[in-house]
């Protein structure tokens, strides 16, 4: 009955609305790149060690010493090692790239023709040159499946916003919107001329391809970015949790095709993590996962050393083993439900959620990526008000929702920015 009424809603409010723009679809299909030529079922990520040691330099050398062009930001140790491993085990290079954070070089790799990719793997691990080894994963982002057609609105939909009423965001605005706040968002690209979000996006980083086109047609990070920082009070569209939030979106996601949900892999996922490791972000949402990842554990463990707080969509079939869901470190979002949720996985609306849409649109949307995102922003607004706690203290603001008596951990916004400053203020904080 509720779809029945949305898709009713959607239809009037379309037809009271200025004539929308030619839309290219929900996530427009980007073009070839190396990342979706990859295949997880043979491909390869292999890893050495690239410590970048000062080498001698002669004339006509780099810094580097001599590096080939296409290992630009491998030392020499890691180029030789390598090739060496390529030849032994005849390997052909798709991609390389560093990941200062670890002290490493990766490439992803074809093995040969015939080749059994698990013995291949097992006879690397053994190999002391190498430093990590692992197949070729596959990810996909957490959203309902795409509609077939979208409708666009420019009137002021606040009021149509489940989530941000039902976390009573315009309370927790009162005191904090998210100010000086830095959000990562790794996702699909997102539509960054749009009216709801220009001002919030401050960077864009695409780990897939050079299509900016495609990167701006993308949904789901479009989704999630409005959610978590629409441009509050400019008379159109809707409001964020935190519109005060800076946001960085890093395109590690892509649409294959136009009617298919958004997929990533470990090559993309891993350039993308370790892009957000070297900025200052505090905040960032992963609403996407998939199997546990030996390299993407190594960065997701990274960023929670480094005290940032990393937001987690649940599985839709629950099972939380995977990445980025199966660190204890991890804040996990689930999509509100009337069942009791495992103690350490918070609520969060999910459902018929209304957001921007790429081309400046708007629409309802559903997923466990929408609750993460929200939850995102209520990070955001705890954050700008104290910016130096930490997960533990996070989850526990997360988690003062009357609900939670019955076990449904919903989260509330304003409980948890009226409870920060109870506690700072009995704390002697200004």
């Known amino acids: 009955m509720r779809h029945a009424c949305l898709a009713a809603l959607a239809l009037v409010l379309s037809a009271c609305a200025a004539a929308p723009t030619a839309s290219a679809g929900r996530g427009a299909a980007s073009k070839p790149s190396v990342a979706a030529a990859m295949d997880s079922q043979r491909d390869i990520v292999l890893a050495v060690a690239n410590p970048l040691d000062p080498q001698g330099t002669h004339a006509g050398s780099s810094l580097l010493g001599y590096v080939p062009p296409g290992h630009y930001g491998a030392g020499q140790r890691a180029v030789s090692q390598l090739d060496e491993l390529k030849q032994r085990y005849g390997l052909r290079e798709v991609v390389g790239w560093p990941i200062k954070a670890l002290g490493l070089f990766c490439i992803v790799v074809e093995p040969p023709a015939g080749a059994d990719r698990d013995a291949l793997l097992q006879n690397l691990a053994r190999d002391e040159r190498v430093k990590l080894a692992q197949p070729l994963q596959d990810y996909e982002v957490y959203a309902d499946p795409p509609r077939q057609s979208a409708h666009k609105y420019n009137d002021p939909y606040a009021d149509l916003q489940r989530g941000f009423v039902e976390t009573d965001a315009a309370l927790a605005h009162e005191t904090s919107q998210g100010g000086g706040v830095h959000v990562a968002i790794v996702d ?191 990070v955001a607004l705890l954050l700008s008000i104290q910016p130096d706690l930490d997960v533990a203290s996070i989850r526990k603001l997360l988690l003062l929702d009357g609900k939670t008596a019955h076990g449904l951990n919903q989260v509330n916004a304003a409980l948890a920015v009226r409870a920060l400053q109870t506690s700072l203020r009995h704390a002697g904080s200004p």
């Open 188 to 378: 699909t690209g997102a539509d960054v001329t749009h009216p709801d979000l220009k001002g919030r996006i401050a960077d864009t980083h695409n780990a897939v391809d050079d299509d900016a086109a495609a990167f701006d047609r993308d949904a789901h990070g479009t989704e999630v970015a409005g959610i978590i920082a629409a441009v509050g009070d400019n008379h159109q569209g809707i409001v964020g949790i935190a519109p005060k939030a800076v946001l960085s979106v890093y395109k590690a996601c892509w649409y294959p095709d136009r009617n298919a949900g958004a997929r990533c892999n470990s090559f993309t996922l891993a350039k993308a993590l370790a892009a957000v490791l070297d900025t200052d972000a505090r905040v960032v949402n992963l609403s996407l996962g998939g199997p546990a990842d030996p390299l993407l554990g190594k960065l997701l463990d990274e960023l929670l050393r480094q005290k940032r707080i990393v937001v987690a969509a649940r599985p839709p079939d629950g099972d939380a083993m995977g990445f980025p869901d199966n660190s204890p470190g991890v804040i996990v979002v689930r999509s509100s439900t009337a069942t009791p949720a495992p103690a350490d996985v918070l609520s969060a609306p999910g459902s018929d959620i209304l957001t921007t849409q790429p081309n400046g649109g708007y629409d309802f949307t559903s997923g466990s990526s929408m609750a993460a995102a929200h939850v995102s922003g209520i």
